[in-house]
């Protein structure tokens, strides 16, 4: 096959286009006709403009030569398969390509601006009662897939000498237990005593290491304490509440998602109203018709 000829001249004039390279990258040229003209195919240039990003500060000029040489003949390759491409590919199939090609532009333009107009033009607050009303409509869409439960849990060393009242007050957990937990917590290797919130199965497993999918069912129950201990630490935990697999979610767990749920319906209703909107005000202004034959 035949080399085309300004390949073998970016390997033969290396030493020129390092010096090129520096001279452009020192003088940080912001234009094409300051750049010049690395290379042509046909009708098609490319610029100093198009490779200086390829360039960093800390590259050598040998290097940048390289880089430089490679994105040249990359390019060149693929101009010259292009040209190849429509003088031998099929009329109808290169206009096939074109309509692709006109398709996803447009999509991409207007998709943009829609996206756009959507994110400035509808209300991105959902207030607690909305929740609350998609909720009790919705409930029976959000069973639950896993095991989820609120607890509070301590970690604690090996050696730990308080156990017995630590685990009082961790059942407990009334005023003064908190207090007295909280004044020796920096002893706890791990603690955890937010159990308002809900987590998952699968979490807890992962804290506390002798917890396993197996034996989950004997511990993770409602209104339950356990200890367990390994190599590591004593782990002492006061399960609140569990909801299990197919039951209806907790509206707190699932309130994330239940509000980027309507806010994505929100943003699709406003989207509709405003294509509606734009044909609208477009046949108004006789700027969109529809011809129709006549019977």
């Known amino acids: ?87 031998n590919l099929p009329e109808e199939k290169l206009a096939e390509f074109d309509a692709l090609v006109d398709d996803y ?44 439960l609120k607890l509070r849990y301590i970690e604690l060393p090996k050696r730990f000498l308080n156990k017995k009242e630590v685990s009082g007050s961790l059942k407990s957990f009334k005023q003064d237990d908190r207090a007295y937990l909280d004044s020796i917590a920096v002893q706890f290797s791990k603690m955890n005593f937010n159990d308002s919130i809900w987590v998952k199965a699968s979490k807890v497993i992962n804290e506390i290491p002798p917890l396993n999918h197996e034996n989950q069912g004997k511990y993770l129950n409602n209104s339950q304490f356990f200890e367990l201990e390994d190599a590591n630490g004593v782990y002492l935990t006061k399960v609140i509440e569990v909801r299990n697999v197919n039951d209806i979610a907790p509206l707190s767990f699932i309130e994330p998602t239940m509000e980027q749920v309507l806010l994505n319906r929100r943003k699709l209703e406003y989207a509709r ?21 006549n019977e």
């Open 1 to 87: 096959m035949k080399i085309p000829k300004f390949i073998v001249r970016v390997s033969i004039f290396a030493g020129t286009l390092c010096l090129f390279l520096s001279v452009i990258t020192s003088c940080g040229l912001k234009n094409k006709e300051a750049g010049g003209v690395l290379a042509r195919v046909g009708q098609n240039y490319l610029y100093a403009e198009d490779v200086t990003p390829l360039l960093g500060k800390n590259i050598s000029p040998q290097d940048s030569a390289t880089i430089v040489s490679d994105f040249i003949n990359n390019w060149a390759a693929k101009q010259l398969l292009l040209e190849k491409a429509k003088i």
């Open 105 to 148: 532009r447009a999509d991409l333009y207007t998709r943009a601006y829609k996206d756009a107009l959507v994110w400035n033009g509808s209300d991105s607050t959902i207030s607690r009662t909305q929740l609350r009303d998609f909720y009790d409509a919705e409930k029976e869409n959000f069973k639950l897939k896993e095991k989820i």
């Open 273 to 293: 109203k405003l294509q509606t909107e734009i044909i609208d005000e477009a046949v108004k202004d006789k700027k969109f018709e529809i011809y129709t034959k």
